[in-house]
């Protein structure tokens, strides 16, 4: 089964609207790294966690390592936060697992 | 300045052929990665690296070669390409130590493979 599940798997958004983003692991996560890949393609970094919050101006990131999860808090959504939003996390050694995304549309 | 450098950033070609995919990274990080991304698999990987002259082997490695020439560079070596290998991908570099985790990723190459 997936070792990293990211839900929803796409979800709409209103400009000016708040949402969350949840990844669930299967696997002793002790770090979690969030993505944004925009629609060019390239893939950039949003957040880097170990258990805690960071938060980046309209974006908040939560991971709890005992729950085994990871949440991405988007406030007052833009219509540049458009694009597909990864997480992924360490699996043993140097070996990082992706989930498979979830894709985000900001419209007017 | 891009710390992570690919190149082509696309390419065409046969069934058959051969392709090498170029990344450079100057974060001086001793890890180099891989990946493949494709619709509904999300990002996967084929090989990495922990220094120049080593290779690990990833989770879809069949059909790839790699090799790491020096800390800064890594190839990714496509000898008989197949249309399966059509793909967007992605190399990366991570450090050693507390943000050892901490990937940072190129821009991509797209290869398209008729």
């Known amino acids: 089964g997936d070792k990293v599940k990211q839900s929803p798997s796409a979800l709409s958004l209103q400009e000016g609207t708040n949402s969350a983003l949840r990844c669930n692991f299967s696997?002793?996560?002790?770090?979690v790294q969030w993505f944004l890949q925009n629609p060019r393609g390239s893939l950039i970094n949003l957040f880097y966690?170990?258990?805690g919050t960071k938060e980046n101006g309209r974006l908040k990131s939560a991971f709890d390592s005992k729950e085994s999860y990871s949440t991405l808090h988007i406030r007052d959504a833009q219509l540049e936060d458009s694009g597909t939003y990864f997480c992924a996390a360490p699996t043993g050694g140097y070996k990082v697992v992706f989930g498979s995304g979830t894709r985000l549309l900001v419209s007017p | 300045e891009a710390a992570v450098t690919q190149s082509p950033r696309n390419k065409v070609t046969v069934t058959g052929g051969n392709v090498t995919l170029s990344c450079r990274q100057t974060n001086s990080h001793n890890y180099m990665y891989w990946y493949r991304q494709d619709t509904g698999h999300g990002l996967r990987l084929i090989h990495y690296?922990?220094?120049?002259?080593?290779?690990q082997i990833g989770d879809v490695p069949d059909g790839y070669k790699a090799t790491r020439t020096t800390q800064e560079d890594f190839f990714l070596l496509l000898e008989l390409a197949s249309p399966s290998q059509t793909s967007l991908y992605f190399c990366a570099s991570s450090g050693t130590g507390g943000r050892y985790a901490e990937q940072f990723f190129g821009p991509g190459t797209r290869l398209t493979v008729l």
């Open positions: 690296s922990y220094g120049a002259g080593n290779l």
């Open positions: 966690l170990v258990p």
């Open positions: 696997i002793a996560a002790t770090t």
